[in-house]
């Protein structure tokens, strides 16, 4: 009987993460799905003029996203998972940092947009459609995924998957009923209604989160270094990753270039299987390696057997399922099978790397990651804007692959350097203890 209780005891912990990561998973699924049947229904009832701006425009959005809150939220997850006690006061500073960065940024965006995109004739109008997208794209996304990160920060993954599956269904019910019931067709009326919807997805968010306390104002000085570290690599990734479609759309055909956008978007969906993982792992490894990374070193092992095994059955699966893409974005998408199934698999590297780099980031070394992810996202933008200029679009397909698996030999070069500095820093400490109480 003893053994029995000791081997429930032992199955329980495995178990709930199981369970955890099953709704982890399918949460992000139902979001991603919900996502690419929004991006459809868009392009569909958009047209290809209206959508090519839309799609533009959000693409800025994207970067300038990463940047607004500065890391933040980032510095929240870590630090609330080891001590709960420090919820307000980085509640605070996330709250600060994200409106101060966000209004510079739509304001700076608002200057500059409106000189290269039109979406009304009339000036005034222009300006202010680019402005509430701008708003719409960055401050209350933001606003969305700092709930998201609050819950996980507090281990409620019930509750952060609530907030991903009623975010994008909330966009694709907008979406449906913008397009389909009352047929807007242009990028200036949809502004409106996207704007509408994030509003009001961003008050029930912060509606769930009121009640785990209040802010208590004021910037953490030296979590903002640590902050700007994190974003980084995510602002240059961003960029990396629209290199291939401005180039593209300058030496591809329009149906080459709407084809690749979609296999580009199945690529960030068939990932989300390895994302469900990173952040359900992310609040116990910052934990685990608040004594040092090498004390996470097994746990990470097993990290990167769960997102290869995973991401592998991800590819199999979207490369079974490309032949039904057609059906949804339309027949003219002639290339859209082929490039799927030719880009699917970049998901097996993207994952691996991704896991020392989740594991640098808990463990707080920012300065180490920031430098592979931005150095990886620099050079990776290069060579894939080269490559498909000079052969497109083969020469983009072989760039990622290039990339990727570059990536996985560079991250886990810095994360074993990094394991093994920690080790012997542990191991020279008690012989420096002894030796000081020795003199």
């Known amino acids: ?25 399918g949460s992000l699924v139902i979001g991603s799905a919900a996502q690419l049947l929004t991006f459809a229904i868009l392009a569909r009832w958009l047209g290809v003029h209206e959508f090519s701006v839309f799609v533009a425009i959000t693409a800025v959005a994207n970067i300038a996203v990463h940047l607004c809150g500065l890391g933040a939220m980032e510095c929240l997850v870590r630090r609330v998972a080891r001590d709960r006690g420090m919820y307000p006061r980085m509640l605070g500073h996330n709250i ?29 109008t222009n300006v202010a459609a680019i402005t509430l997208m701008l708003v719409t794209n960055v401050i ?3 606003v969305i995924v700092l709930a998201e990160q609050i819950f996980l920060a507090h281990s409620n993954f019930a509750s952060a998957n609530k907030v991903v ?34 509003v009001l997805v961003a008050l029930c968010c912060w509606r769930a989160v009121k009640g785990l306390g209040r802010p208590s104002y004021g ?15 995510f602002i240059l990734r961003a960029v990396r990753q629209n290199a291939d ?82 059906y949804l974005f339309g027949k003219d998408y002639v290339s859209l099978v082929s490039f799927v199934r030719i880009l699917c698999w970049v998901v097996v590297p993207l994952a691996m790397w991704s896991v020392a780099m989740e594991a640098l980031g808990a463990s707080g070394y920012h300065p180490a990651r920031a430098s592979v992810m931005g150095l ?38 810095v994360f074993l350097r990094f394991v093994k500095r920690d080790r012997d820093q542990a191991d020279h400490a008690p012989l420096q203890t002894r030796m000081a109480h020795e003199g």
């Not at 966000?102 to 039109?118: K, R």
């Not at 000085?221 to 974003?231: A, D, T, W």
């Open 245 to 326: 479609l401005l180039v593209l759309s300058l030496v591809a055909s329009a149906e080459v270039m709407s084809s690749y956008s979609v296999a580009r978007r199945m690529l960030e969906s068939s990932y989300l299987s390895v994302e469900a993982l990173n952040r359900l792992i992310y609040p116990g490894s910052a934990k685990a390696t608040a004594a040092g990374l090498h004390h996470a070193f097994a746990r990470v092992r097993k990290v990167l057997l769960a997102a290869t095994s995973i991401s592998i059955a991800a590819a199999v699966a979207v490369f079974l399922l490309a032949p039904v893409l057609p």
């Open 376 to 413: 990886g996202s620099v050079l990776g933008a290069g060579l894939t804007a080269w490559a498909t200029w000079y052969a497109p679009p083969t020469g983009t397909f072989i760039s990622f692959y290039v990339i990727e698996i570059a990536m996985v030999i560079v991250s886990w070069t």
């Open 219 to 233: 910037i953490v000085r030296e979590e903002l270094p640590l902050g700007l570290y994190f974003s980084i690599p």
């Open 1 to 25: 009987m003893a053994s029995e209780s000791v081997k429930e005891r032992t199955h329980r912990p495995f178990l709930s993460m199981i369970l955890s990561y099953a709704a982890s998973g």
């Open 96 to 124: 600060l940092l994200t409106a101060a960065s966000g209004t510079i940024l739509v304001l700076l965006g608002a200057a500059v947009l409106p000189l290269f995109f039109t979406l009304s004739r009339d000036p005034a």
């Open 140 to 142: 209350f996304v933001r």
């Open 165 to 198: 599956v009623g975010f994008a269904v909330a966009r694709t019910i907008a979406a449906a009923l913008a397009c389909i019931v009352f047929g807007v067709a242009t990028v200036a009326s949809w502004a409106v209604w996207q704007f509408l919807c994030h």
